[in-house]
């Protein structure tokens, strides 16, 4: 087995950021190296290493981005599958994600965990599935004990609005109820009032001006119910984290945390990046997603709430459509949807630690530690530590970045980032001991990731 050692990198773990570098192989990391304190992998045979010269970048654990769509529903075809959605992601830093198992009308739980298992088959990051309890939750929770222990899967994804998947508040009581007795279990929220969204669009109509998309669903749309799952949460003490959290009023429920359970927000780089006027003229299909973009101030509380470290969690919804897919549709009839695996990490970084003083053992929490807390994979992912798998990256401090075409690796045809320059660069990644992006190609094996049971 071939061992790799980095020196002169500034090492981000989790007792804070040391001078020195990280000895590792396949099987995990090996050492963490101060060069401070001379604690040097004694015994280490210099002449066996591959030696990687830093020159100073920092060096952090692989990204987590723990909510993308590599495929896996819908008649329109989601532009990245698991092959091509990797790639994109290891390019930009992330060497594991969380997709989702979300079960058709005809599907049981064995059904769809077969077809996304040999979807993700060709996937060279690591991966985990959320288990989507759809409005059948009652059929599929009779096997829960397969879902769990046999496959190792113990996030369920509920959503509040959409076909099939529609659950009231009800409903998530009951699950919530159900499941609570077990604290590995976690629960990622789609929160929506389907009924206000509903009524809203009676009121207004169909029409391709992508701005009724977010006067259809306005703040309250969004806010109002993840209010009441707030309260679901501290009273059945469930561990639990809303998807895709875009405004000032969902931000501000992180002051009150509940009495039991945990009460956690995820948010994406598209709701810091850009604002709901995108959705004006024919460009607007382009930046369609649900919830939809928001306000200046919506985007202010967002970043103070992230700096302040009570918004834990970014994640892309990595859910890109062709551009065909796109122009011409209406609110109504879009696929909701947007890139930015590629771009989560670099654009952390950039906007976050080199713009807003983010430090970067908060950039690490932001983009790997919490998500691997939160579900259940913690110190093996997440973490640069001795025995944590190899999967590390090195962020150039004084290099560039221009998000879009030019640096795309996946299989988009545009990106919502196009143009864009970022501070900092992606220089060099490892995930399970080998390099898989030299700071110009991909260079993993398609199937090469591995399937994380939690
Ligand atoms: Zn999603």
Not at 18 to 35: P, R, S
Request: net charge negative.
């Amino acid at each position: 087995m071939c061992r790799t050692r980095i020196v002169n990198a500034r090492v981000v773990t989790p007792q804070g950021v040391c001078y020195g570098g990280v000895v590792f192989d396949e099987g995990g990391i090996i050492a963490v190296e101060d060069a401070a304190s001379e604690c040097c992998a004694a015994g280490l045979d210099d002449a066996s290493l591959t030696t990687v010269d830093a020159d100073g970048a920092w060096l952090v654990p692989g990204g987590i981005d723990p909510h993308v769509h590599f495929g896996g529903f819908g008649d329109i075809p989601i532009a990245d599958d698991f092959r091509t959605g990797s790639f994109g992601a290891l390019a930009g830093g992330t060497t594991t994600v969380m997709d989702f198992c979300e079960p058709t009308v005809e599907e049981d739980a064995r059904a769809v965990i077969a077809r996304r298992m040999a979807d993700a088959s060709v996937s060279s990051v690591d991966y985990a599935f959320h288990f989507v309890l759809s409005e059948q939750y009652r059929d599929l929770l009779r096997d829960l004990a397969y879902i769990e222990d046999e496959c190792g899967i113990r996030d369920y994804k509920l959503f509040t609005v959409y076909g099939n998947t529609t659950l009231s508040l009800d409903d998530v009581r009951e699950i919530f109820m159900r499941l609570a007795d077990d604290p590995r279990r976690t629960f990622l929220i789609h929160a929506e009032d389907a009924e206000l969204v509903a009524c809203l669009e009676d009121e207004l109509g169909d029409s391709t001006d992508m701005r009724l998309l977010a006067e259809t669903r306005p703040d309250a749309v969004e806010f109002r119910e993840v209010e009441a799952l707030h309260g679901l949460v501290a009273e059945t003490g469930v561990r639990a984290c809303i998807a895709h959290s875009t405004c000032a009023e969902t931000a501000a429920l992180l002051d009150d945390p509940p009495a039991r359970g945990e009460f956690e927000l995820e948010t994406c780089p598209h709701y810091l990046a850009f604002t709901s006027e995108k959705l004006a003229g024919p460009e607007g299909a382009r930046f369609t997603m649900v919830p939809p973009l928001r306000s200046a101030a919506d985007q202010a509380a967002l970043w103070d709430a992230i700096l302040s470290g009570k918004l834990r969690i970014l994640s892309t919804d990595h859910c890109p459509y062709h551009a065909r897919y796109k122009d011409g549709a209406t609110y109504r009839t879009i696929p909701n949807g947007v890139d930015g695996v590629q771009w989560r990490m670099i654009y952390a970084f950039s906007e976050g630690v080199a713009k807003r003083g983010l430090t970067m053992p908060q950039f690490v929490d932001l983009t790997s530690a919490n998500a691997a807390h939160f579900y259940g994979m913690w110190p093996r992912k997440g973490c640069i530590a001795v025995d944590s798998d190899a999967d590390l990256v090195l962020i150039d401090p004084a290099g560039t970045t221009v998000l879009g075409m030019g640096e795309n690796v996946s299989a988009i045809d545009y990106s919502i980032y196009e143009g864009m320059e970022m501070s900092g660069r992606i220089a060099r990644v490892f995930k399970g001991g080998r390099e898989v992006y030299d700071g110009e190609r991909v260079c993993a094996e398609p199937g090469s990731g591995r399937f994380l049971a939690r």
